[in-house]
C-alpha cells in the first residue's frame, strides 16, 4: 500500500518570502500522479498543483511549484512571494495510475499547517 | 454554480440515531466519492463509486451505507451512530482518470454527542 509523509506540521513565513513544504511517499509502482492541496478555514479542499510521475519536468502554477525527485520519492511544494492568503493546511496526495490498484483514490498526508504573518 | 453540494453543511445529533448526507456533482463526472477527515485533519478515502458501482470500500464498518441513486448523486447513509463518527465528511468527484483532478464538496461537520 502507497503511504505518504509531511514531516512538517507546521511552517511559517512571512509575506513576500519564500517557504518550502516537504512531502516523502512510498510506492512499489512506477506511474503515478501526486497532488497538493490546500484547505483554508473555509474547510474546501483547492488543487494547487499536480506532477504525473513520468514527466520528469517539475510542474509550476504561478507562484507555486514543486521539486519532484522520483528517486528519493519526495515531492515538496515552493511557495513563493508568499501572500496573507496562502495561510491554510497543505495537504500532499498521491494516486496510482493503475485501475487495479484503485487509481480512484487519493492517499492523502498529514498536511502541514501553514501560518503567514505580515 | 457548486460544482459539488452537500448537505448539510453541519449535524449535531445523539449516539445511536442514524443520519444522512447527501451529495450532488453537476459536473458530469462519473465517479464520486467519499472522505472523512478526522479530528486530527487526516483525510481517508471510505468509498468510491463510479457510474453508480461501488468500486472502493476502504474497511469502513457496515453501519456506513453508500448509495448512489444515479451518477450525479452519492448519499451516505450512517446507522447507530458513535462518538467516533464525529469527523468532517467530504464528497468529491471527478471524471473516470488518475490524471483528473478530484473536486470537493464543502464538507459536513458531524458532531456525535
Known amino acids: 500500500a502507497q503511504t505518504v509523509t509531511q514531516s512538517q506540521p507546521e511552517m511559517s513565513v512571512q509575506e513576500a518570502e519564500t517557504v518550502t513544504l516537504s512531502c516523502t511517499y512510498d510506492?512499489?509502482?512506477?506511474?503515478?500522479?501526486l497532488f497538493w492541496y490546500k484547505q483554508p478555514p473555509s474547510r474546501q479542499m483547492i488543487l494547487v498543483i499536480r506532477?504525473?510521475?513520468?514527466?520528469?519536468q517539475n510542474a509550476t502554477e504561478n507562484r507555486f511549484s514543486v521539486n519532484f525527485q522520483k528517486a528519493a520519492k519526495s515531492f515538496s511544494l515552493k511557495i513563493s512571494d508568499s501572500q496573507l492568503g496562502d495561510a491554510a493546511m497543505y495537504f500532499c496526495?498521491?494516486?496510482?495510475?493503475?485501475?487495479?490498484?484503485?487509481?480512484?483514490?487519493?492517499?492523502f498526508g498529514t498536511g502541514t499547517r501553514l501560518l503567514v504573518s505580515p | 454554480d457548486t460544482a459539488v453540494s452537500q448537505t448539510p453543511k453541519y449535524l449535531v445529533t445523539q449516539m445511536g440515531n442514524d443520519k444522512s448526507i447527501k451529495c450532488e456533482q453537476n459536473?458530469?463526472?462519473?465517479?464520486m466519492y467519499w472522505y472523512k477527515q478526522d479530528s486530527k485533519k487526516f483525510l481517508k478515502i471510505m468509498f468510491s463509486?463510479?457510474?453508480?458501482?461501488?468500486?472502493i470500500n476502504e474497511t469502513v464498518p457496515n453501519r456506513f451505507s453508500p448509495k448512489s441513486p444515479d451518477k450525479a448523486h452519492l448519499n451516505l447513509h450512517i446507522n447507530s451512530l458513535e462518538l467516533g463518527d464525529s469527523a468532517v465528511y467530504f464528497c468529491a468527484s471527478s471524471q473516470d482518470s488518475a490524471y483528473n483532478e478530484q473536486f470537493f464538496g464543502p464538507g459536513t461537520r458531524l458532531t456525535v454527542l
Open positions: 510506492t512499489s509502482e512506477s506511474d503515478y500522479y
Open positions: 459536473l458530469g463526472h462519473d465517479t
Open positions: 506532477q504525473e510521475a513520468y514527466k520528469q
Open positions: 496526495a498521491y494516486r496510482s495510475a493503475f485501475m487495479n490498484t484503485g487509481f480512484q483514490k487519493l492517499v
Open positions: 463509486y463510479n457510474n453508480k458501482e461501488l468500486i
